[in-house]
């Protein structure tokens, strides 16, 4: 590499101080909102699948038309002995996902989501923070989750009472959970025998089956078996797929996310675009100048490379920077705000701003290319 | 005599058909070195066009040209361009300088083409700015400079890459009459030598004193040629 076009291409770009300034914006802007769109949509997938990941089952059984976690279609009791039945399954326990309306001591009502752990085993259960897991057994028993939704019960302490569903509860223990919820709502956890005594219900009571296999590679097999009995079975990992699929296709949340980066690379690149191309045409009489002296096409288009290159990592830089200080502080003054950064959101926005770049300065450097010497002289 | 540049036959048309139009008609011409040779005439005569197709910017329909015995329409592009960035500097009536770079960035330009490092690039345009008197101008950007001073920029850029052919389209065309005057005693005197030459296109009769020998150009072809006794 040639360090001195490299030089004179930078000095030549940056000396014009408001074109520059210009560029470095529009790349900036494009790359903040599009990091900021797309870490708010990963923020949100994440969350969608928190009730699936917070259980951390390694099977999910399920009905065959079930879309997400959103609408449950409740199992028969049956369906948990056969799964029991079926070779290269180690357990099978069925867990109990509702949501149930709590009244405050102020009177107030608040929606709540009840999460019925199998009262054998506690699979599924909560890292407890405050108290004891056990204490779920004792009478009217509920494990309340200290996540950022926690203040809207009141921030109740352990033995702290409530009518829940015109039952009386007792707060036996405080909880975390590994993936905070999407909706707005606090989580509470007790047995599955109380969820579907307080809860209302349909005929059939058990939302989920988690299983554990006996082995791995025994996944396909229990798949089978299952779907044989007219029912579905997933891994973790498929079903929150499943999940962020169908907040990406089904809920118009990914048409939108999409909408916007598209909006933000639109934008991005009409004003670095026609920046640089400003830019290039302003030069380019000096440039067709440089084609007499002796510049061949490939020194030029390198410059402008150069240039594009250093503009677009400059707004990269920066609109890293904005993004990512705007979200450390909107998680300072709303806890529960969404957005995460991670390294594919960050490899997309740099995909888009090469992109922008690349569109931004091809027209200029099809002009470069196309300027004749014999009209620089000519005048 | 010793010829640095030679050419024969030189045709060139612009558009096709009946839109044809002739630039040059058959134009002979060489260049001794240590000459300074002016080409005049009429507006539209063609002076540019023989300028462009002599230095290997504008490819001839017919004829040939050959600069230090290289026939340069012979070469490909990219040898055309080297040959161009070697042999031939360059000043244009507008300088054409970056007029936000400095006048030291300008004149290292050539340089840098060359894959000159840098820092002997630059003692070496530093160097050429003093020859025309701007070592003390070299950190300005041409836009603080007169015009007259941003010609001298520009010749130390034709100059600074040792080009033995020097070919200069209406040089003082954008500047006053002193001035132009100037630079171009200048230029006779302390940028011409035996081991180069010079081309002149030019419209003003004021340079004409300077020049060794003048080609009146009108309608494509060399009308006259004029002696100056110098
Ligand atoms: N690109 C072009 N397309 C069509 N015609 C051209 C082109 N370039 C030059 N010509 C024509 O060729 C002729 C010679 O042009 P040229 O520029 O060489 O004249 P000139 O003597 O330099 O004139 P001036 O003194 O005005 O600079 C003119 O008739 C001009 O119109
Ligand atoms: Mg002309």
């Avoid at chain 2, 200069?168 to 302390?190: M, Q, Y």
């Amino acid at each position: 590499m040639n360090v001195g076009i490299a030089r004179i291409a930078i000095k030549l770009l940056i000396s014009d101080k408001a074109k520059f300034f210009t560029l470095v914006l529009g790349v900036t802007f494009a790359v903040f909102l599009i990091l900021q769109m797309t870490s708010l949509f990963i923020g949100i997938l994440t969350r969608s699948t928190s009730n699936v990941l917070n259980v951390g089952a390694q099977v999910w059984i399920m009905d065959p038309t079930v879309e997400s976690d959103r609408t449950i279609v409740p199992l028969p009791d049956y369906l948990l002995n056969a799964v029991r039945s079926i070779p290269g399954v180690l357990y099978a326990f069925p867990i109990y996902q509702g949501s149930g309306l709590v009244k405050l001591p102020n009177g107030a009502y608040q929606g709540v989501n009840i999460v019925g752990l199998d009262d054998t085993s506690l699979f599924g259960r909560p890292i407890i923070l405050e108290g004891n897991i056990y204490d779920i057994y004792s009478e009217d028993a509920f494990i309340v989750v200290k996540d950022a939704e926690y203040k809207k019960l009141g921030s109740p302490k352990i033995g702290a009472t409530f009518e829940i569903n015109d039952h009386r509860g007792v707060i036996v223990g405080i909880a975390r959970s590994v993936i905070p919820g999407l909706f707005g709502n606090p989580t509470l956890y007790t047995t599955y025998t109380r969820a579907i005594q307080y809860l209302p219900t349909t005929r059939f009571t058990i939302s989920y089956i988690l299983v554990t296999l006996k082995e791995p590679s025994f996944l396909e097999q229990v798949k089978r078996e299952v779907s044989k009995i007219g029912y579905r079975a997933m891994s973790e990992s498929e079903f929150v797929e499943m999940i962020k699929k169908y907040y990406m296709f089904k809920t118009g949340m990914g048409m939108n996310i999409l909408m916007m980066t598209l909006v933000s690379f639109v934008v991005g690149t009409s004003i670095a675009g026609q920046t640089f191309y400003a830019f290039v045409l302003e030069n380019l009489e000096k440039f067709g100048a440089l084609k007499a002296i002796g510049a061949t096409n490939g020194d030029l288009v390198k410059t402008i490379i150069l240039q594009s290159s250093f503009v677009s990592f400059l707004g990269f830089g920066f609109g890293n920077l904005i993004c990512s200080s705007y979200i450390a502080f909107a998680k300072m003054r709303i806890p529960n705000y969404a957005a995460i950064i991670t390294y594919k959101n960050i490899f997309l926005t740099l995909l888009v701003v090469v992109l922008i770049t690349t569109l931004s300065s091809y027209i200029g450097i099809r002009r470069v290319i196309r300027i004749e010497p014999f009209e620089v002289f000519r005048g | 005599m010793n010829l640095i540049v030679e050419a024969s036959g030189l045709v060139k048309w612009f558009g096709e058909e009946a839109a044809r139009t002739f630039a040059l008609r058959g134009v002979d011409l060489w260049v001794s070195y240590g000459e300074m040779l002016y080409v005049v005439g009429p507006s539209g005569s063609g002076k540019t066009t023989l300028l462009s197709v002599i230095s290997g910017i504008l490819r001839p329909n017919e004829g040939w040209v050959r600069i230090k015995n290289v026939e340069i329409w012979k070469l490909n592009s990219s040898e055309l361009a080297k040959f161009r960035l070697n042999n031939i500097g360059f000043v244009f009536q507008d300088y054409h300088l970056f007029p936000k770079l400095t006048a030291l960035e300008n004149v290292i330009i050539p340089l840098v083409l060359k894959n000159i490092p840098w820092e002997v690039a630059q003692e070496r345009a530093l160097h050429y700015l003093d020859i025309v008197g701007l070592k003390n101008r070299a950190t300005l950007p041409p836009y603080k400079l007169s015009g007259g001073e941003q010609q001298r920029v520009a010749i130390a850029r034709a100059i600074v890459s040792e080009p033995d052919l020097l070919v200069f389209d209406e040089p003082t065309a954008s500047l006053d009459g002193e001035t132009g005057k100037n630079i171009i005693s200048f230029v006779r005197h302390n940028i011409l030598n035996d081991k180069r030459a010079i081309i002149v296109v030019t419209h003003d009769t004021r340079i004409f004193d300077f020049a060794h020998r003048i080609l009146h150009m009108e309608d494509g072809l060399i009308k006259n040629e004029v002696n100056h006794a110098s």
